[in-house]
């Protein structure tokens, strides 16, 4: 990996602050999960609704702030931690998100709900933790 774990535990906590302010809306019933997450493909007026907080703007902001390398590489990581790809896999699951998210990594990464405990699994992949940017 070539994106700093500093980095990558920044996003880790801001997506977990954004994910507490999102956890008080109510759930309805018989949504799952995957419902929440944001389709590219969809008009912005069918986009499932984001929190515009300053939390979301922060987080978005750094995203926007690393470079497209590091942008991929965030993915791959999330990708990783949700079992899409192994640690082995990672040259294949970063090609990947390059082809699949070029037009807007940044997007992807914050329409993912589970974002922070895939990055954080992710990381544990590569026997990383945050505890070890400290």
Not at 32 to 49: I, N, R, W, Y
Not at 84 to 98: G, H, K, L, S, Y
Request: charged share 35%; net charge negative; with cysteine.
């Amino acid at each position: 990996m070539e994106i700093a774990l500093e980095n990558v535990c920044h996003v880790i906590a801001k997506a977990r602050e954004l994910m507490a302010d999102v956890h008080e809306l109510q759930d309805e019933p018989g949504q799952h999960s995957g419902d929440d997450v944001m389709k590219d493909d969809l008009p912005e007026e069918d986009q499932p609704a984001r929190p515009e907080s300053p939390e979301y703007e922060e987080l978005k902001e750094f995203i926007n702030g690393l470079n497209e390398d590091e942008q991929f590489e965030l993915i791959a990581l999330a990708w990783i931690g949700r079992g899409t790809f192994t640690a082995e896999d990672w040259d294949e699951a970063v090609d990947t998100a390059r082809d699949e998210h070029a037009r807007n990594p940044t997007k992807y990464l914050l329409s993912q709900p589970l974002l922070a405990d895939y990055l954080e699994e992710g990381l544990n992949e590569f026997d990383l933790s945050c505890e070890d940017a400290e």
